[in-house]
């Protein structure tokens, strides 16, 4: 008697199956995955915690690598179907952010809530070429609420991400970048803050 699912014996347990019993035997099912996924296929420094409902999926060869202190809050998926997701000392991942590798983290990231940091696309032709292996976030990067990181760009240290951008381009270290689609605005700030600091120069000079 074949086992498969043309067989007359599997369409007879499927037809009698309550469409209930099905769905909480898939949902029980995942969750054994993805918990064994976890143990056994994300390294983990000393003091690294993963809140509340952190999913983590994948396929072989692909794992993840977390280095100590990092701390990922309630929420998170975490998804190295593609390549590896390797993460430095002291990072912050805030509430539901989405991690897709190929993506290597550096040391001190602090993300917001919501931030999406995406795998790679399926690109045409002439985009396929240029393309790089994966994504790279540098030291001491801050990226806001609701900001998404697009496969291959290059962030470079201490740079910030305002909330809500959406970066398809590398960003030097240091800058300020935010909009859709994210361009730098490192001059604009600092001239703002300039401008913010000798009003309140003058005021207070105007008041004694």
């Not at 790089?132 to 976030?137: A, E, M, N």
């Amino acid at each position: 008697m074949r086992n498969d699912k043309n067989s007359r014996v599997y369409k007879a347990i499927e037809s009698v199956t309550p469409s209930f019993v099905k769905a909480i035997t898939k949902r029980i099912f995942w969750k054994i995955v993805r918990f064994y996924n976890r143990c056994r296929y994300v390294e983990k420094g000393r003091f690294v915690e993963f809140g509340y409902r952190f999913r983590f999926d994948r396929s072989a060869p692909y794992r993840a690598r977390v280095g100590e202190r990092t701390i990922a809050e309630d929420f998170n998926v975490w998804n190295t179907n593609l390549g590896d997701i390797t993460v430095g000392k002291k990072c912050w991942f805030g509430l539901n952010n989405v991690i897709m590798g190929p993506v290597e983290i550096g040391d001190e990231l602090s993300t917001g809530p919501y931030v999406k940091i995406l795998g790679p696309r399926h690109p045409v032709p002439p985009q396929a070429e240029k393309q790089r292996q994966k994504t790279k976030i540098g030291n001491n990067v801050w990226i806001s609420t609701g900001s998404i990181i697009l496969f291959g760009v290059e962030i470079g240290d201490n740079a910030i991400i305002s909330a809500g951008s959406v970066v398809q381009k590398d960003v030097p270290a240091g800058a300020f970048v935010g909009g859709n689609p994210a361009r730098n605005l490192s001059g604009l700030v600092e001239k703002a803050w300039k401008t913010t600091d000798t009003a309140q120069h003058r005021q207070a000079g105007d008041e004694k």
